[in-house]
């Protein structure tokens, strides 16, 4: 069964970093448009950075510049640079996107478990 596991949340002070991974697991062909989101505490999910296939990204505008999505065709990993962080950052960050396992169709929507930044003094 083919899966993405999200790792890296921590607690981090304002203005710190972390490192997202969202790795793809089970016998995977290979990932395509892939992207963040997250859901603060009271607060909807939202969309926060996406990566198509071709590596064109987009971000929300909260984030522009100091967060950075990458991929890593050959692990099946998408990453979420986060800098400069801010209390309102805190969230559970949740991965999605298509997934190709090998011999199955295309799964297009699918989520990771997510994983928990917190951005505190």
């Known amino acids: 069964q083919v899966q993405l596991v999200e790792s890296g949340g921590d607690w981090v002070q304002p203005g710190g970093s972390l490192r997202l991974s969202c790795a793809a697991t089970?016998?995977?062909?290979?990932?395509?448009?892939m992207g963040w989101y997250r859901q603060g505490p009271g607060k909807q999910r939202e969309l926060v950075a996406t990566?198509?296939?071709?590596?064109?990204?987009t971000y929300t505008d909260s984030v522009k510049g100091r967060f950075s999505i990458s991929k890593d065709n050959v692990k099946n990993t998408v990453y979420l640079e986060m800098n400069g962080l801010k209390l309102e950052d805190t969230a559970v960050y949740y991965c999605?996107?298509?997934?190709?396992?090998?011999?199955?169709?295309?799964?297009?929507?699918?989520w990771g478990q997510g994983t928990q930044v917190t951005v505190s003094y």
């Open positions: 999605n996107g298509a997934i190709q396992a090998v011999g199955s169709a295309l799964a297009r929507d699918t």
């Open positions: 089970g016998d995977i062909s290979r990932i395509f448009d």
């Open positions: 990566m198509t296939d071709g590596g064109m990204t």
